[in-house]
């Protein structure tokens, strides 16, 4: 059973540019959560989507957007990138009712 | 809102002595609480939860943590650390979000957790 799956690993971009991260949630799961951590501190929820549509934002600008497909997977878009856009973007899937979240290994995203 | 404080940054125990991590959260309602732990350059893995019930929970890898209401927190022990348990480790508090799903986990800022032979 394939845990969740986030690509690429790892990504390097100039401040202004635009990027696409993607997540493959877990078999089964239809909730799909984005977090963003920078180095040195603990993840902050940016956005959540069930059934294609986002339920619940985190205190996280416009530039960050997402989309859920109908099989469940997940991009995240960040516009205008910014040096303090640098981080590790962790997907989180679910499957409601249950409450657990089970996290992918991240995109270490670098902002030069 | 909902908030979660770690206060120790970081926390160095001999291999073999028993370990407690601090947490302790602020949330409006009966809360749901989770302790991941994360190893450098990875993901989160979840090593236990508290959803309503004994307030004492198991989790994986021999820890546990127990559930304090009139303190507000969720500590974590474990009786005997391995050099393995070396990692970083976040407590985090969740709730419903309203519907059929959740809402969001928010996290403390960590504590990384050395461990000497």
């Known amino acids: 059973d394939a845990g969740v799956t986030q690509s690429p690993t790892h990504l390097i971009k100039t401040r202004g540019q635009q990027v696409t991260l993607r997540c493959s949630p877990k078999s089964g799961h239809d909730t799909v959560s984005w977090y963003q951590q920078a180095l040195g501190q603990g993840p902050q929820f940016i956005f959540q989507y069930y059934e294609e549509e986002e339920r619940q934002r985190g205190n996280f600008p416009d530039r960050f957007s997402g989309h859920q497909f109908p099989n469940y997977s997940s991009e995240l878009n960040v516009n205008a990138l910014l040096l303090g856009d640098s981080a590790l973007y962790l997907c989180?899937?679910?499957?409601?009712?249950?409450?657990?979240?089970?996290f992918g290994p991240g995109t270490r995203l670098t902002v030069t | 809102a909902q908030s979660v404080t770690q206060p120790d940054i970081h926390i160095t125990v001999s291999e073999g002595a028993s370990l407690e991590l601090r947490c302790n959260y602020s949330?409006?309602?009966?809360?749901?609480l989770f302790w991941y732990v994360q190893s450098p350059g990875q993901g989160l893995q979840l090593l236990l939860k508290y959803f309503s019930g004994d307030t004492l929970v198991q989790g994986i890898k021999g820890f546990e943590a127990e559930f304090k209401r009139s303190q507000s927190s969720f500590n974590l022990r474990k009786p005997s650390v391995h050099w393995s348990d070396a990692a970083e480790y976040f407590c985090a508090v969740g709730g419903r979000a309203g519907g059929t799903s959740y809402g969001k986990l928010t996290f403390g800022q960590g504590t990384i957790l050395t461990v000497h032979p």
């Open positions: 949330y409006g309602a009966t809360p749901y």
């Open positions: 989180a899937s679910s499957l409601p009712p249950s409450y657990e979240q089970y």
